[in-house]
């Protein structure tokens, strides 16, 4: 399990968006992995077993956090206000203009993938990010394999549509090179 750690946060990180909740649904889906062991039938891809279990864990969450009210935490405000202050902090030999246009491009792209439906979300990480399989999706989802590749197909159209519309505003297209 220790070698698939930094892809389990960085998915987590991916699904959650917040640092801490994604530590704790690594550190969940850990536990979870260890105490139901005896589940995992050896010989299978154990890659896509623990990304189930975190996956299953997360979209329980999303049921569980939608039934309760909304809440306002004011140490997270100050926290990621901090966070966003520090990202901005150049060290002498690097290009600030340049660090500054990267960071706009990650951010609009990881805010575009953030704002997906969930159900298109969820397989476009696991697909094109984390690389698993249209089966290891469908497995880890529990959904038909068709289903998996219709939701990555809407997923990624949205995506397209988002990111050219960017694109375009920031000069890097023209309208005639955007055309099909």
């Given at each position: 399990m220790h070698?698939?750690?930094d892809r389990l946060y960085g998915s987590a990180l991916r699904l959650t968006g917040d640092a801490t909740r994604a530590e704790d649904l690594v550190?969940?889906?850990?536990?979870?992995?260890?105490?139901?062991f005896d589940k995992y039938e050896p010989g299978t891809n154990f890659k896509a077993w623990i990304f189930?279990?975190?996956?299953?864990l997360y979209l329980n969450q999303l049921r569980t956090e939608s039934r309760r009210p909304e809440t306002t935490d004011f140490d997270e405000i100050d926290q990621r206000y901090n966070n966003v202050v520090g990202d901005y902090v150049v060290a002498r030999d690097q290009n600030p203009e340049r660090l500054a246009l990267e960071r706009i491009e990650s951010d609009f792209v990881r805010k575009t993938i953030?704002?997906?439906?969930e159900m298109y979300r969820v397989p476009v990480v696991l697909c094109d990010i984390e690389g698993f399989?249209?089966?290891?999706i469908a497995d880890m989802l529990e959904v038909p394999i068709g289903t998996v590749m219709s939701r990555l197909f809407?997923?990624?159209?949205?995506l397209q549509l988002e990111l050219m519309g960017y694109a375009r505003s920031q000069?890097?297209?023209t309208q005639e090179a955007a055309k099909p």
């Open positions: 070698p698939l750690l550190q969940d889906a850990c536990l979870r992995a260890w105490r139901f189930k279990v975190m996956t299953n953030d704002a997906l439906p399989t249209y089966r290891e809407r997923g990624r159209k949205k000069g890097y297209v």
